[in-house]
């Protein structure tokens, strides 16, 4: 089995910063994408940030200039750095990471979800 543990999340006034940290522990042969999803209340979870193992990064169009994914592969660790947050940022942000584990198969995981709330 595979754990996703997220970290960071926490209420912080408009224009802030927080950083998140999601660390995978278990059995792991390899991590592929890792990245963060958010939803906030009535709205669908959505893509923000993801990074896969070789360093590429796609991100949410509202985040672009704010957020940035980062990852250490050796801790099977990801991070966003979350600059100039706005109160449309508020949500529940869940990590997500692509996990190849036992028998060469891979599977999706979630963290547990952190809440972030921007206050305006």
């Known amino acids: 089995q595979v754990q996703l543990v997220e970290s960071g999340g926490g209420l912080v006034q408009a224009g802030g910063s927080l950083r998140l940290s999601c660390a995978a522990s278990?059995?792991?042969?390899?991590?592929?994408?890792m990245g963060w999803y958010r939803q906030a209340p009535g709205k669908q979870r959505e893509l923000v940030a993801v990074?896969?193992?070789?360093?590429?990064?796609n991100y949410a169009d509202s985040v672009k200039g704010r957020f940035t994914i980062s990852r250490d592969n050796a801790k099977n660790t990801v991070y966003l750095q979350m600059n100039s947050l706005k109160s449309e940022d508020t949500a529940v942000y869940y990590c997500?990471?692509?996990?190849?584990?036992?028998?060469?198969?891979?599977?999706?995981?979630w963290g547990q979800g952190t809440q972030v709330t921007v206050s305006s």
């Open positions: 997500n990471a692509k996990v190849l584990t036992t028998g060469w198969t891979s599977y999706d995981y």
């Open positions: 990074s896969d193992n070789g360093g590429s990064t």
């Open positions: 278990g059995i792991i042969l390899r991590v592929n994408d």
